[in-house]
T-cell receptor, first 115, second 107 residues
Framework: GAGVSQSPRYKVAKRGQDVALRCDPI?????LFWYQQALGQGPEFLTYFQNEAQLDKSGLPSDRFFAERPEGSVSTLKIQRTQQEDSAVYLC?????????????FGPGTRLTVL | KNEVEQSPQNLTAQEGEFITINCSYSVGISALHWLQQHPGGGIVSLFM???GKKKHGRLIATINIQEKHSSLHITASHPRDSAVYICAVRTGNQFYFGTGTSLTVIP
């Protein structure tokens, strides 16, 4: 498996529950992005890592959302006290380098449903 | 907020038709991406453009930086081209995405 992988693929949570979504980028990829895609909408930027540094978190919708990439490879997106409006597909993408002209490779996404 | 607008939203074509999907954006960009998303969510990057034109097989992408506009063309369309096509622009570390064009190619 040389692509970006995400787990779990599907997650159902009760409102108020905490969830953790995992992203395994392509080995050696420096840049990692998280996106949120609501049903019928295009993805929306959440946050960006360059190695272990979180350089941009301006897209995180509230302080209930937290992302980390402590060793510069695997990343976890954590959502605390989930709300129904958090229901979406969460996409992770990685690219080899940090420059503007690098192709992004997307994972299959995690579909989160909050009941 | 509509930094990226795509048209049309939905498109149905007969097999073999020439297809054009348009993307306009309102922010300064360093690169524009065309993505393909199949049912089930998998996204594949088709093109990354900062100027001019790129071609890959039956797909052609063009960008006009001055007009802040890009087009994706599909020649000799085929049912397997049926998917959602998304335009995304990069500005700094952020990406802005269009809502996608849902293409259905009928045999």
């Amino acid at each position: 498996g040389a692509g970006v992988s995400q787990s779990p693929r599907y997650k159902v949570a009760k409102r108020g529950q905490d969830v953790a979504l995992r992203c395994d980028p392509i080995s050696g990829h420096v840049s990692l992005f998280w996106y949120q895609q609501a049903l019928g909408q295009g993805p929306e930027f959440l946050t960006y890592f360059q190695n272990e540094a979180q350089l941009d978190k301006s897209g995180l919708p509230s302080d209930r959302f937290f992302a980390e990439r402590p060793e510069g490879s695997v990343s976890t997106l954590k959502i605390q006290r989930t709300q129904q409006e958090d229901s979406a597909v969460y996409l992770c993408a990685s690219s080899l380098a940090s420059g503007n002209y690098n192709e992004q490779f997307f994972g299959p996404g995690t579909r989160l449903t909050v009941l | 907020k509509n930094e990226v607008e795509q048209s049309p939203q939905n498109l149905t074509a007969q097999e073999g038709e020439f297809i054009t999907i348009n993307c306009s954006y309102s922010v300064g960009i360093s690169a524009l991406h065309w993505l393909q998303q199949h049912p089930g969510g998998g996204i594949v990057s088709l093109f990354m453009l900062s100027s001019g034109k790129k071609k890959h097989g039956r797909l052609i992408a063009t960008i006009n930086i001055q007009e802040k506009h890009s087009s994706l063309h599909i020649t000799a369309s085929h049912p397997r081209d049926s998917a959602v096509y998304i335009c995304a622009v990069r500005t700094g570390n952020q990406f802005y995405f269009g809502t996608g064009t849902s293409l259905t190619v009928i045999p």
